[in-house]
């Protein structure tokens, strides 16, 4: 393990108590709120944008140049939101670019931005205003954005997001599976890691104060208990196909073995590529060997009736 990928897993490990160590790792921001950028039409999210440029730091103090770090964003507002976080924080040389801009590049390492959220109880509080994002874009779903976003990390790949809403909203969508393949996929690897903090934009902060009971119910909805137990209901249920699949036996397939060599040089050659095919099956078992077994078990039992 180089230098480098001790710092990039080291981190996790330090902030969110990693136990994997490895190339990949999926934040899940359970209280990330996306809501339409003022005066545009695209989204944008304070709280994953705070989290990727804190990464990022933390990053840089471990030695990490800031060079070799890019930020990719699925939607074009959040590039100004991270922009605005890196000057708060004093970060620069960090590439924050759309996914779609970054195509044809790469870096060392990459945080991918997923924006999106889709939050219960949120929704009921903002229902009927037109600023909030209610539900998961297309755009965030499309298989080859984020098959741009999951291969551009020569070393190192973090994917930011509402993982818990996001699954939930797209798990009866064929056009979302793709992302929820993701999701599971790192529920899975055990690389899944928690993230509670809080959405610092105006417009989020002045809903949620509006209503203490609100607030007080997504908290309760967010909190890092109710994600644990979506994240082990969802590995138990994964256990239990694996096993299923265990139990099943595979099936013996039989054929001619070396004994028959002489009868199958007389085959038609459809039957010929049909025996090939069978003979190369994982599974097969040569006639000539059955029969042995069959020879020995019934010697067997002659000896002993005598």
Not at 41 to 67: Q, Y
Not at 104 to 112: E, M, R, V
Not at 127 to 141: A, C, E, I, M
Request: aromatic fraction near 8%.
């Amino acid at each position: 393990m180089t230098v480098e990928h001790k710092a990039f897993s080291d981190v996790f490990r330090e902030r969110y108590g990693a136990t994997v160590v490895s190339q990949y790792y999926f934040i899940n921001t359970t209280r990330s709120i996306a809501h339409v950028q003022a005066g545009g039409n695209s989204l944008e999210n304070w709280a994953d944008a705070k989290v990727a440029v804190i990464l990022c730091k933390a990053w840089i103090e471990k030695g990490i140049l800031a060079i070799k770090i890019a930020i990719l964003c699925f939607y074009h507002g959040q590039i100004d939101v991270v922009n605005e976080y890196l000057k708060r924080y004093g970060i620069s040389g960090v590439q924050v670019v759309s996914v779609d801009q970054f195509q044809s590049g790469d870096n060392d390492f990459t945080i991918s931005l997923v924006t999106a959220t889709a939050n219960k109880s949120l929704m009921t509080l903002l229902s009927g205003d037109p600023d909030y994002f209610q539900g998961v874009s297309v755009f965030v779903k499309l298989y080859k954005r984020l098959n741009v976003a999951a291969t551009r990390a020569k070393k190192g790949h973090v994917f930011i997001g509402s993982a818990t809403t996001l699954d939930r909203a797209v798990q009866k969508e064929a056009s979302g599976e793709h992302l929820r393949a993701l999701i599971h996929d790192a529920i899975e690897r055990r690389v899944m890691l928690i993230d509670e903090t809080e959405d610092e934009s105006p417009y989020v902060q002045q809903h949620l104060m509006s209503s203490d009971k609100t607030l007080r119910e997504f908290k309760e909805e967010t909190s890092s208990l109710e994600n644990l137990g979506w994240m082990s209901e969802h590995r138990e249920g994964r256990v239990q196909i694996l096993r299923k699949a265990h139990q099943q036996k595979p099936q013996k397939v039989t054929y001619g073995g070396s004994d028959q060599a002489t009868q199958f040089g007389t085959f038609p050659p459809n039957v010929k590529e049909a025996t090939r095919a069978r003979q190369s099956q994982p599974g097969a078992v040569r006639w000539s060997d059955e029969q042995r077994e069959q020879r020995e078990s019934s010697k067997k039992k002659g000896k002993k009736r005598r």
